[in-house]
């Protein structure tokens, strides 16, 4: 039974690792594959948080991932979540106007063109934010994306995430490139 965890645990690492290996090449199609990279994380990411009960509501309630200030990551999305479940919740995908409130949201991803809104978004319990610009867990995510070496990566702030009735599971942060504040590599699932 140990080792297939070990097994299991290989591949999660590994299946994390050439995910983010998709980064973002240089090239036309860049910026492209960069948005796809994102989307398909934000699908992930909906496996390795708990929300609190009453945030999901009714048993087979679909988990909502809603995007703001990134339409193309928001067309990704889609096509990502067509179809699919976590655990025995479909997934959906919410474009947000400017100023919308993320009602009903798990997820919310504030793109480079929302980014001032991120404060205000901040203050949403039981939502798992998640930026993509350089002061985005200073000014409240829990995750944020990041190029480094032409690769997507995430840095993680799993305090935040505790303060706003979230846990993000220990094999997220054991991939994380960075992970601010509360606990640095715990070993649990």
Known sequence: MR????????VFVVAWALLGSLGAPRGAGAQVLEQQVKAAFLFRFLSFVEWPAEALGAPGAPLVVAVVGADDVHAE????????????????????????????AHVLFVGRRAAPQLRRFAAQPAVLLVGESEDALADGAMINFVV???????????????????????RMLAVASHVRGGPARPSGP
């Open 77 to 104: 999305l889609e096509q990502i979540v067509a179809g699919r479940t976590v655990g025995a919740r479909p997934v959906l995908a919410m474009r947000l106007k400017e100023g919308e409130r993320p009602a009903g």
């Open 148 to 170: 480094r070496d032409a690769r997507v990566r995430f840095e993680v702030a799993p305090d935040e995430a505790e303060r706003r009735g979230l846990r993000i599971g220990a």
């Open 3 to 10: 080792a297939a965890h070990l097994v299991a645990r290989v």
